[in-house]
C-alpha cells in the first residue's frame, strides 16, 4: 500500500511556481530574471540562500499587491501626484516620539 495525501495541501506561497502562477504576466521577466540571478548566486555561495529565501518571500508579497484590484492604477496616480496621499516624511513625522 501507497501512502497517499489526505485532504487538500496548502499552496505554498514562496514556492517560486505558485509566485509565477500568481502574477500577471507582465511581472513574469522581472521575477525570474531576480528568480535565476540568486537562484544562481546560492548555488555558489551557501550564505546566499538567505537571500533568495527573502527574495521569495518578498515577491509572495508582491504577488498580493499586484493582484488587489485597482493597484496598477493607485501606482501610477501615485507616481504622478494625483489624488489624496501622505508623503513618507509625513510619515515619518508622524511615528516619532
Do not use: C
Not at 9 to 24: G, K, M, N
Not at 39 to 66: D, G, M, N
Not at 72 to 87: M, N
Request: aromatic share 10%; glycine share 6%.
Amino acid at each position: 500500500m501507497t501512502a497517499q495525501p489526505i485532504g487538500r495541501f496548502e499552496e505554498d506561497p514562496h514556492d517560486p511556481a505558485v509566485i509565477l502562477a500568481r502574477l500577471p504576466e507582465r511581472e513574469h521577466g522581472r521575477f525570474l530574471a531576480e528568480y535565476q540571478a540568486a537562484a544562481e548566486a546560492a548555488t555558489h555561495e551557501v550564505w546566499r540562500f538567505k537571500e533568495l529565501t527573502a527574495l521569495l518571500h518578498r515577491w509572495s508579497l508582491i504577488t498580493v499587491a499586484v493582484n488587489a484590484p485597482g493597484y496598477y492604477e493607485a501606482r501610477e496616480d501615485a507616481r504622478l501626484g494625483i489624488g489624496d496621499y501622505v508623503t513618507l516624511e509625513e510619515v515619518i513625522a508622524e511615528r516619532r516620539p
